[in-house]
C-alpha cells in the first residue's frame, strides 16, 4: 500500500465519519421527536384496493394506435 493509498483511506475515512455525525445531528436536533399518526383502517383500504386494470372500463375493446385520418 503506497502512501497516496493511506492518505486516500484516512480522507475516505474522516468524510463518511463526518457524513454521518452530521445526519445523526440533523436527526436528533429535527426529527427525533416526530411522530406519525397512521390511520390503519385508510393504509389497509389503500393496499386492498382493486387494481385500475380490474374496472370494467379497462375491460373495454382497445382502439387502433395512430391517427385516424392517415388512410
Not at 11 to 14: A, F, I
Given at each position: 500500500?503506497?502512501?497516496?493509498?493511506r492518505g486516500l483511506r484516512r480522507?475516505?475515512?474522516?468524510v463518511i465519519a463526518l457524513k454521518l455525525a452530521l445526519l445523526t445531528a440533523l436527526w436528533w436536533f429535527a426529527l427525533r421527536?416526530?411522530?406519525?399518526?397512521?390511520?390503519a383502517?385508510?393504509?389497509?383500504?389503500?393496499?386492498i384496493a382493486p387494481h385500475p386494470a380490474d374496472?370494467?372500463?379497462a375491460l373495454r375493446t382497445p382502439q387502433p394506435l395512430g391517427d385516424k385520418h392517415a388512410q
Open positions: 500500500m503506497t502512501p497516496e493509498d480522507e475516505l475515512v474522516l421527536d416526530v411522530q406519525v399518526e397512521v390511520d383502517p385508510a393504509a389497509a383500504a389503500r393496499f374496472s370494467p372500463d
